[in-house]
């Protein structure tokens, strides 16, 4: 049973240098012998390029296969773990930021209204269907802002919603 020999390979994980490099050297007789400087000063001599090792291309079947997270995100907001606490946080902090917004907005348009007639006597003279405009204003059209402040809120806050199930689904 004849060896047949080895294709030349580069150092592997592990392998100490000067092993492969004497291997190289076993392989190519003729590189032990050579004088480095005597191929420097002839320059009629042909040079010979060292043989470099094949180069192989590594591939796995599951190249295309879909790689999911050890625990899906939503396990890890059920478990309440490190990850998942911070994914809610991040709603949280979503929605609370809009409950701020449109309470301030509410606030200002409210408290705003009285200040805008203390400062502007003209509209304090103007009557609407007999009530004066600032009655009208604050005992009765204000509550249709608030219903709309209110709708705005809630749609805004089911987009977070949806944004927040979407970046779970995918984490996933």
Known sequence: M????????????G???????ADLSR???DRSRRDPERSRKDPDRPRREPE??????????????PRHPRYPVTREIDEQTRLGEVY?????????????????VLACVVGGLPLLFLLVPELRAVHLLGIPLPWAVLA?????????GAWLYVRQAE?????????VDRAR
């Open 159 to 167: 987009r977070n919603e949806r944004h927040f199930a979407e970046l």
């Open 88 to 104: 809610m946080r991040s709603l949280i902090r979503t929605q609370f930021r809009l409950a701020l917004f449109v309470c301030t």
């Open 15 to 21: 392998a100490d240098p000067r092993r492969w490099i």
């Open 27 to 29: 392989r190519d007789p």
């Open 52 to 65: 470099r090792p094949r180069r192989e291309v590594v591939t796995s079947p599951r190249t295309l296969a």
């Open 140 to 148: 009765g059209l204000i509550y249709p802002a608030f219903v709309i």
């Open 2 to 13: 004849s060896r047949e020999p080895e294709p030349e390979r580069g150092p592997e994980r």
